[in-house]
């Protein structure tokens, strides 16, 4: 037996689902399923992540340039 029979035979209201509020923003071309909100929370995450790799792009190079030489995992030809 279902879910929604259950409920029904014994009296019980449907079951409240938590479904999230659909975006209404407006839509960046009308033939495009991508919203404005949509669009902003992509540049969003994308700068983040721009970011993120910088910010790992110079930590890769302190390590190389220096963390490692100085440990002696290797030399710098040069």
């Known amino acids: 037996m279902g879910e929604a029979k259950r ?20 839509r960046v071309v009308s033939w495009l399923p991508l919203t404005r909100q949509q669009a902003r929370s992509f540049m969003t995450w994308t700068s983040r992540g721009a970011w993120g790799g910088i910010g790992l792009l110079v930590v890769v190079w302190l390590v190389v340039r220096f963390v490692g030489p100085a440990l002696g995992w290797w030399t710098l030809q040069g």
Not at 7 to 26: A, I, M
Request: aromatic letters at 0%; zero cysteines.
């Open 7 to 26: 409920r029904r035979d014994l009296g019980l209201p449907p079951r409240q689902t938590s479904r999230q509020p659909r975006d209404t923003s407006p």
